[in-house]
């Protein structure tokens, strides 16, 4: 299916660029007839797959993270990649509450409440190639 419009960011895995990144998502999202609750989804989804970028993604190391947002005629993918560590067992990384870093007071919660806020996520992931999660919204024409 062809995309009607596409936005592509790329940023350092810093913390202070996750508000940066969930405001240009949302700020790109605005115009396709989401009302603000669903605009509220958007951002703390795109929070939360940031955050995993820099939290488990780099491990405490600085690099890249892209977002890549495609708006369809029914639908708005977003995808969060990192080019970090990757993720050896996704099912268990998508249990609630498992986290590899209890000592830093993880919840274990961020694939949770991304998969909670939007319509649909999927989570891809190479050791050593990095983790990228894709997150729909879908349109409601009112």
Known sequence: M????KMNLKFLSLGENESFARLAVASFCSNVGFDVEELSDIKTAVSEGVTNAIVHGYDGNTGEIEIECCIFENYVQIKIIDYGKGID???KA???????????????MGFTVMEGFMDKMEVFSQINKGTTVVLTKNIKRR
Do not use: A
């Open 94 to 108: 998508l249990t609630p509450f498992f986290t590899t870093k209890p000592d830093k007071e993880r919840s274990g």
């Open 2 to 5: 062809e995309y009607k419009n």
């Open 89 to 91: 067992n996704i099912e």
